[in-house]
């Protein structure tokens, strides 16, 4: 397992993100194989937000209750939240972001995050608001680090201006088929090519320029939502044709590939799973460090569907 570096937290996490969206229907013991899995393979980082689960926090309660972490162990695990998706709306606002930290810190039954991640933007937030509520969680020490997710580089340069505190990480979505925060700078400047239109304002490079770790969620997703396309030879024929052949060379799984398309990338992408599956867990973390060629690389953007002029 390739562990990465995010710089000035003396944090070392695995490039591999275990969520856990899809746990509150779980036994307590089904939790605990699924975390044992994931520590066995190299993972040390959990990805939880208030909302996951058919309850509020519903997730992180299934997560606390089935998991018991000693003190030596939970300074072995990075454990990471999300706020600020209600019901129906977004809220960054002071009040809602110190309550739902305190009761995920309750659910899950720790006593600091490692990592606070604002989840969808708020289009009403006022950044000095969330500084504030950054300092009080961190002088308390409920939360060490911040982060974002799904956040265009201008949200997050409104937000730097006011906090104390670096943004560490920008959780997004991305796989091989959904991949237009890499394939956009590939076609840029082709007029009348729809892969050049800029649909996220250079958040790869603004993140690399500012050491914010990309995470990207739904790795095995077609688009949103739209199903996996990791065995879909009626959508993506080509590609499970050369998942298969790399699968094959490098003696993992096609989920393994996948996975290693995104950790080959050199701004460092850590890959979010949301499986409840321990052989998913596995067959995903043996992506980890695979070296595929620039011409594998390339070989399977291409199958996916995106252009290289």
Known sequence: MKNLTFPGTGLSPSNIILGLMRIQDLSDEEIRTLIGTARDVGINFFDHADIYGSTTHGCETRFGEAITL??????QVIVQSKVGIGK???DFSREHIL?????????????????????????????????TAFDELQAAGKVRH?????????????????????????????????????SQGVAVNMAGLDQSIDRDLGILDYCRLNDITLQAWSPFQKGFFDGVFVGDRKAYPELNDRLDELATKYDVTPTGIAVAWITRHP???????GTTKPERVRDSAAGSEIPLTREEWYGLFRAAGHILP
Request: proline letters at 6%; aromatic letters at 4%.
């Open 267 to 273: 701004a460092n992408i850590q890959v979010v799973l």
């Open 88 to 90: 129906g709306y977004f």
């Open 99 to 131: 309550t739902s930290v305190d009761e995920s810190l309750a659910a899950l039954n720790l006593d600091y995050l490692d990592i606070l991640l604002l989840h969808r933007p708020d289009t009403l937030m006022e950044p000095d608001e969330v500084a």
């Open 146 to 182: 911040f982060g974002v997710s799904n956040q265009t580089p201008g949200q997050m340069e409104l937000l730097r201006r006011s906090l104390a505190q670096p943004i560490l990480v920008n959780q997004v979505q991305l796989s091989i088929t959904h991949a237009s925060l890499l």
């Open 70 to 75: 000693s003190p030596s162990e939970r300074e």
